[in-house]
């Protein structure tokens, strides 16, 4: 048996499948550090190929829900990111540099401002971003549209902070 259709390579990527599972047909955005994006998106690959092979007992995956979106899904690498979701989306996503959510971009006094309008991906690659440290200096990001529960969600899983805006109300900047 291949090394990568082990118990052990399967159990390695089994949040980031039930997270495919769970956010299909949409996408979802990995950070493969410290792998690279090559590395990764195989790995991934491979272990998602071993799970519906052995049907191995992992409790985080729905195998049977895995079976039925496989051959539809897409595993791509854009840029510094491995991204994962239905191929309509996945093709959606690369006709737009912003995945299809409206951005606007304008310059403040702080950095660089980018408007999202209550796009949850969006927001979620954003922090992904920022916790990266992908940026060359330091922009100011305003969003709207998150709930408490997202706002602790996101500071949890990334390495930002996320407060209220001082003159815009309802509206949040990610730091």
Same mark, same amino acid.
């Given at each position: 048996?291949?090394?990568?259709?082990?118990?052990?390579?399967?159990?390695?990527?089994?949040?980031?499948?039930?997270?495919?599972?769970?956010?299909?047909?949409?996408?979802?955005?990995?950070?493969?550090?410290?792998?690279?994006?090559?590395?990764?998106?195989?790995?991934?690959?491979?272990?998602?190929?071993?799970?519906?092979?052995?049907?191995?007992?992992?409790?985080?995956?729905?195998?049977?829900?895995?079976?039925?979106?496989?051959?539809?899904?897409?595993?791509?690498?854009?840029?510094?990111?491995?991204?994962?979701?239905?191929?309509?989306?996945?093709?959606? *996503?690369?006709?737009? @540099?912003?995945?299809? !959510?409206? +951005?606007?971009?304008?310059?403040? &006094?702080?950095?660089?401002?980018? =408007?999202?309008?209550?796009?949850?991906?969006?927001?979620?690659?954003?922090?992904?971003?920022?916790? *990266?440290?992908?940026? @060359?200096?330091?922009? !100011?990001? +305003?969003?709207?549209?998150?709930? &408490?529960?997202?706002?602790?969600? =996101?500071?949890?899983?990334?390495?930002?902070?996320?407060?209220?805006?001082?003159?815009?109300?309802?509206?949040?900047?990610?730091?």
């Amino acid at each position: 048996m291949r090394h990568s259709h082990r118990i052990s390579a399967v159990k390695d990527y089994a949040r980031h499948i039930a997270a495919v599972i769970a956010e299909y047909p949409g996408i979802v955005t990995f950070n493969p550090k410290p792998r690279s994006v090559d590395t990764f998106a195989s790995r991934f690959r491979d272990a998602c190929n071993a799970q519906l092979l052995y049907n191995y007992p992992v409790d985080e995956i729905n195998t049977a829900r895995l079976r039925e979106i496989w051959d539809e899904t897409e595993v791509s690498m854009q840029g510094e990111f491995v991204v994962v979701g239905s191929r309509a989306a996945i093709k959606a *996503s690369k006709a737009s @540099p912003q995945g299809g !959510v409206s +951005v606007r971009n304008t310059t403040s &006094e702080a950095g660089v401002e980018v =408007l999202f309008e209550g796009a949850e991906r969006a927001i979620e690659i954003l922090c992904n971003m920022i916790s *990266s440290g992908n940026f @060359p200096s330091k922009p !100011v990001f +305003v969003v709207s549209g998150l709930e &408490e529960k997202q706002i602790q969600y =996101l500071e949890s899983i990334y390495n930002v902070g996320i407060v209220p805006h001082e003159s815009q109300p309802g509206k949040f900047k990610i730091l």
